[in-house]
């Protein structure tokens, strides 16, 4: 069971008594120090502006539907990869690298909350931040503040993803047992378990299925 | 002794197990920059590998320069998909266009092995029909040479990597040296898909030996193909070529990037390569150059080469360089299944199938699409779940349900096309280069291709019995940008892979290629720089004169 909150009915209580960090005496080494390095004391904030960390946090908090502790420290980790310049190797031709891309558009997604609720995006009610951010992805190809929204949109869920989904608290809830060497896995095909793997327990949990209309089934 | 290893030894002097054999590096022939070796080849991944370890077979002094490291999988690699971020090229690179293709991850790789330390390990031939799209079809080009010059190359290289496979139906007709791996959850649902469907499915073709090859171990199927295979199971030229040529004299020198190509305007020959290594500002003189840079770096060192001779960059008189990039449209589809699946279980590549790869008279479309298994770790589908539109507590509710997804991923045939190219950026690196700047756009057929794999996914899938499916759109590798042809006002360099404009110069990666076919390009781009330096070692070590 993952440390995280996640209510039972968002996805949470799949996987009971599944850790991955368990684990952690099979992972190799090199490995081990990486992985381990995750859930060690978040690194100071280096990069963001205070200001901006407010309005990064929120919105990060926001993506990743985290609104109590314990969490994944994703504003530090974005934060730290952004200081370090570890970008993915490419920027559009029509937005900055993407240190400076962030800070471009924490300071637009300030700017849009002040627009349509007079106050800095941190300073709103989680509902109106939800209201804010469903607007810019709403937008597609459209311009937002400037920019291509769907470009902005695609930085920051990048960058929240790739460090949420690497935290062994987040496989937890996903039922994904995480670094796989030296051991390897034995039991191959469907429905088959490792002894350290844990079933879905609640399996007719489809999110598909859950929230779509039944006429929308079938859209390709 | 067996035949691979007389033309090969790597898997034999590698230690048993896992590890690398660092006798072998500790003690490598090392040149001096002022020697003037034989070749220098530039970049060691699939192309230059493989012409590095054929040369030095064939008594040639060479030396590789590689940007990247010297891997060492049990230090340097980790069983983690974040951590891996060093495996891949990230330095700066600006993309256009009206579809921009993303780098730096899935098509680029950095380091001796290249991008093949993680590539998923898909090493399926090219089809004969594939060497005369314009013939054939009216798209793509027409290739110099043909698949029957191909074909002894591919049976070569498909034994020293080795690959296993079902006897492949498809294209030429062939089989594999090592037998196919047993296949998981997502395996089996493709091919029970597509067995209700009428699609013949296949195991394979993938450079994971099935059973101990040399002092390589077997796979143990943890799913982490593409953070670089720390087992030694899964075939890199870090593993598979590398080894053969430093036990022959070769020198890998790492850590170095090439800056410029030296050129001689009196004799019209290159001299040598500038390279930078520690910060300091060296050059190799060499009677030969080999640029394997892959398709977006061999361009960008040759516009930055420039000369009296050669203002517009080197090799570059009729603006072909650069030009005819292609990626492949790479859409994934998963399927929602109440059976687990856990897809991350067991390597990446397990099954394909290449009934759509050729031109179907009765489509509007010309030339293909292949569909193989794909198994994204969570990140990577967190990015599938993303892109439908999910984010906050929906995105945390469907990511929870990870375990019961199957995914494939097809190979889409994009056509070359002249304006997508490389060109030099304003903005420059640390070298104070300018960088590439790639622009892409789709055309008609392009478009078409997409939606046609999508839909042949989705059908595999339901009816395996899935109740829903998701698709992601994407791409996958990178070829052509300095391609082959018949003449050098279609082309960078002959069937040779020797370059029109200057001729001790060379071009062996997977930037030479005219058209990709829906093939995986690994395989290819070796077997083509296996040809290219049998055809070299066949000509005088001083280079050649005319």
Known sequence: MSMLPLDKDDGGARFPGFSSLAQSGHWDQATAGVVLGRIALPADIRFFTPTEEATARALLDQLLDQHGEPRVPVVNMVDARLADNQTDGWRYDDLPEDGEAWRKTLSALDHAAEEQFFQPFADCPEHQQAVVLQAVQDLGDQPWQGMRASRVWGLWTRYACTAFYSHPWAWDEIGFAGPAYPRGYKNLGLNRREPFEVADAIPQEDPVKADRPAQDQDRP | ?546
């Not at chain 2, 090392?30 to 003037?36: G, L, P, S």
């Not at chain 2, 093949?116 to 040479?145: C, E, I, K, N, Q």
């Not at chain 2, 903005?427 to 042949?456: G, H, I, T």
């Open chain 2, 1 to 546: 002794m067996n035949r691979v290893r007389q033309r090969n030894e790597s898997a034999w002097l590698l230690p048993p197990g896992p590890g690398s054999n660092n006798d072998l590096r500790k003690h490598m022939r090392r040149f001096e920059d002022q020697d003037e070796v034989d070749i220098v080849v530039v970049g060691c991944g699939a192309g230059g590998s493989t012409v590095l370890q054929r040369l030095a077979r064939a008594g040639w002094r060479v030396v590789g320069l590689e940007a990247g490291p010297f891997w060492d999988p049990e230090q340097d690699w980790v069983s983690d998909e974040a951590g891996s971020h060093h495996l891949y090229w990230t330095e700066p690179r600006v993309i256009a266009g009206e579809d921009p293709v993303p780098l730096g991850s899935n098509n680029s790789g950095r380091g001796v092995g290249g991008s093949m330390v993680h590539y998923a390990g898909y090493t399926p031939r090219f089809h004969p029909s594939d060497f005369h799209t314009f013939t054939a079809d009216g798209v793509g080009a027409d290739w110099p040479l043909d698949y029957a010059d191909l074909k002894p190359f591919y049976e070569d290289i498909e034994a020293e990597l080795p690959v296993a496979g079902e006897a492949w139906p498809w294209g030429d007709p062939h089989k594999y040296p090592h037998r196919p791996h047993p296949v998981s959850g997502n395996g089996e649902l493709f091919l029970r898909g597509a067995r209700a469907c009428g699609v013949t499915a296949k195991v394979g073709p993938v450079a994971i030996a099935n059973g101990r090859f040399g002092n390589r171990p077997h796979c143990i199927y943890r799913g982490f193909c593409l953070q670089g295979c720390k087992v030694n199971a899964k075939a890199s030229p870090l593993i598979t070529h590398i080894p053969d040529a430093l036990a022959h004299g070769a020198e890998i020198r790492a850590d170095s990037m090439v800056t410029r190509i030296g050129f001689d305007e009196r004799t019209g020959k290159a001299t040598g390569v500038h390279y930078v290594q520690g910060g300091r500002e060296r050059y190799q003189r060499a009677r030969n150059v080999a640029i394997a840079g892959y398709s977006i770096e061999t361009p960008r060192l040759l516009l930055n080469s420039t000369s009296d001779r050669f203002p517009e960059g080197m090799c570059n008189d009729f603006d072909q360089v650069g030009r005819y990039l292609m990626v492949q449209g790479a859409p994934q589809t998963a399927g929602r299944f109440d059976d687990e699946v856990r897809m991350w279980k067991a390597p990446p590549p397990e099954v394909s199938t290449e009934d759509f790869y050729e031109t179907d008279p009765s489509k509007p479309y010309k030339r293909g699409f292949s569909i193989q298994t794909v198994s994204p770790l969570p990140i990577t589908w967190a990015e599938h779940v993303a892109a439908q539109g999910h984010w906050g507590a929906d995105l945390r509710r469907y990511m929870s349900d990870y375990v019961h997804w199957a995914c494939l991923g097809a190979l889409c045939e994009f056509l070359p096309l002249e304006g997508n190219r490389v060109t030099l950026a304003e903005e420059k690196d640390r070298y104070d280069l300018p960088v590439a700047r790639f622009s892409y756009s789709q055309c008609d057929n392009d478009r078409s291709l997409m939606e046609a794999a999508q839909s042949v996914m989705e059908r595999i899938l339901k009816a395996a019995g899935a109740d829903e499916v998701i698709t992601i759109k994407r791409y996958a590798h990178l070829v052509g940008g300095a391609r082959m042809a018949a003449d050098e006002e279609h082309g960078v360099v002959d069937q040779d892979c020797r370059s029109f404009a200057v001729p001790n110069l060379l071009i062996t990666d997977g930037s030479v290629l005219p058209t990709q076919g829906s093939a995986n390009p690994a395989l290819t781009i070796m077997a083509v720089a296996a040809r290219a330096a049998q055809k070299l070692a066949e000509t005088p070590r001083t280079g050649r004169n005319d």
